[in-house]
């Protein structure tokens, strides 16, 4: 059984650093486009950053300056490096992975049971 597995996430003050983890576990033949989300309370759940096979990332444009998505096929891992971070930061971030589980199968989406993020002195 597939698994998504988030870390890093914590209570940080502004202007600090997090960097975010999200790790597949399981049987997978291939891995797709992945992805960050965040989810503010009360609020929707935005994408932040998607990155491709190859590596070609794309960002939402208030994430652009401050955050740089990365991932390492060969781990399965997924990453956030997140700096001068802000109190409207605070959300619970969740990772979503596009990934084949067999050669003939289509690519499917799973996501992360999320991890939260607050910024506050």
């Known amino acids: 059984q597939v698994q998504l597995v988030e870390a890093g996430g914590a209570l940080v003050q502004p202007g600090g650093s997090l960097n975010l983890s999200c790790t597949i576990s399981g049987s997978i033949f291939n891995l797709g486009v992945m992805a960050w989300h965040r989810q503010a309370p009360g609020m929707q759940r935005d994408l932040l950053a998607t990155?491709?096979?190859?590596?070609?990332?794309h960002y939402r444009p208030s994430a652009k300056d401050r955050f740089t998505i990365s991932r390492d096929n060969a781990k399965n891992t997924l990453y956030l490096q997140m700096n001068s971070l802000k109190p409207e930061d605070t959300a619970v971030y969740y990772c979503?992975?596009?990934?084949?589980?067999?050669?003939?199968?289509?690519?499917?989406?799973?996501w992360g049971q999320g991890t939260q993020v607050t910024v506050s002195s």
């Open positions: 979503n992975v596009a990934l084949q589980l067999a050669p003939s199968s289509p690519y499917q989406a799973y």
């Open positions: 990155i491709a096979p190859n590596g070609m990332a």
